[in-house]
């Protein structure tokens, strides 16, 4: 095909193709088992499924309102309220979304304008940044300290400046597993009161949490709440993140700038997985129980490895779990995650990747929401290496 010759001025010029496809792509390349990318390799409900091809064949195929549909809209006001004690007009404060990804692109485009600043705590999620940059701001970084990856607030007092229009926070935490307190929650509280800053928190692992530890929602703390976009993740609670559904929660003057911003990205999302979701959610154990589905992985995985190299503090959230290679090699997690996947047959994902200047740990990041069968043929070759 002939080449564009003329004039391209990229947009995203440090951008290439994300760490996940990377890693994906040579884990099938050298038939290793894949514990980088971040998706169950067991199915979904089957009873879930059922539902939207109930809804499908009863001709809920076309457009649903930009919003989401309100049936789906009042079973999230009705989780909220039960889980976190937060009121949420299904109406005007709550929009269902392509996935989480397309929330947090959509919440930060809706707000971020030329010059404002955005203080992003590190390591972060790679669509964070880009979407930053993308609508003219500056990201400002802060790192979390190892080992157990908690936030600095005097750092981030420091870097608040005049030009500060938002705050990024992820908690239950990827790809560090680390999960905020409630004394996390006053810290922000106190930054942030008083001025017009704004907070995105990407909470899309709400409901995998362990060992006895609640979820700090911004949306339990009145005073966060007023000035947040919270996004969640329909993929992460219900092994089907392919699916792409989420939602996002706002304060009216919020969602009304983050509708003007949706509309035009997707308008709308899928509608009969919309009508089954809803439906599906009055199955209240299916989120509730998730924890403790996702410890027993956690653990099983964690028990499995104990008697490898691999040093670790166990995740406290997500289904993520960081492993410590420094008693193994001092090569460059980049480099160590390409030899492991070729050489032992297990993918991973450097944590570098997850900071702005490459920051190297000696950890990589494993998936842990896998089959008892997957996880014991990964851990057999974790502990074979030498």
């Known amino acids: 095909m002939p080449q564009y010759n003329g004039m391209l001025r990229s947009k995203l010029p440090n951008v290439g193709t994300t760490i996940f496809t990377v890693m994906s792509a040579l884990a099938n390349e050298y038939n290793a088992i894949n514990l980088s990318q971040g998706f169950p390799n067991f199915e ?6 059922s539902l939207i091809n109930e809804y499908m064949k009863k001709g809920y195929n076309q457009y649903a309102p930009m919003q989401g549909i309100m049936p789906l809209r009042e079973a999230i006001a009705e989780k909220m309220q039960e889980l976190y004690g937060a009121k ?8 269902i979304t392509a996935g989480g990804t397309e929330a947090i692109y959509a919440a930060i485009t809706a707000v971020v304008n030329e010059g404002d600043e955005v203080i992003v705590i590190e390591p972060a999620y790679d669509c964070y940044v880009p979407a930053i940059e993308l609508s003219g701001g500056i990201p400002v970084y802060v790192q979390l300290k190892a ?4 936030i600095d607030w005097n750092e981030v007092k420091k870097k608040v400046s005049h030009r500060t229009r938002l705050i990024m926070i992820n908690t ?11 004394k996390d929650m006053a810290e922000l509280d106190k930054i942030t009161k008083g001025t017009d800053i704004l907070i995105l928190s990407d909470e899309v692992y709400e409901h995998i949490i362990f060992d006895g530890l609640k979820h700090q929602s911004v949306c339990r703390f009145p005073r966060l709440a007023e000035r947040s976009f919270i996004v969640f993740s329909f993929g992460k609670t219900y092994h089907a993140t392919g699916w792409k559904m989420g939602y996002v929660l706002a304060p009216e003057k919020l969602m009304t700038e983050f509708r003007r911003v949706h509309q035009f990205i997707v308008f709308t999302v899928n509608t009969p997985f919309q009508y089954a979701l809803a439906d599906y959610m009055k199955n209240k154990s299916e989120y509730l129980e998730l924890g403790k589905f996702y410890q027993q992985k956690r653990d099983y995985f964690i028990n499995l490895i104990k008697g490898s190299k691999f040093k670790f503090v166990p995740a406290s959230g997500s289904y993520f779990q960081l492993l410590d290679y420094s008693k193994i090699t001092l090569a460059k997690d980049t480099d160590y995650a390409i030899r492991l996947t070729k050489e032992a047959g297990v993918a991973s994902v450097p944590t570098s990747v997850f900071y702005h200047d490459q920051i190297d740990n000696k950890f990589l990041r494993f ?20």
């Open 172 to 182: 239950p935490h990827n790809p560090t597993g680390s999960v905020m307190t409630e």
């Open 147 to 150: 080992p157990n990856y908690t």
């Open 44 to 49: 979904c409900s089957p009873e879930l499924v």
């Open 367 to 386: 998936c842990f929401a896998k089959t008892d069968e997957t996880l014991e043929k990964a851990a057999e070759k974790l502990c074979k290496v030498k």
């Open 88 to 95: 949420y007009d299904p109406e005007k404060e709550i929009n």
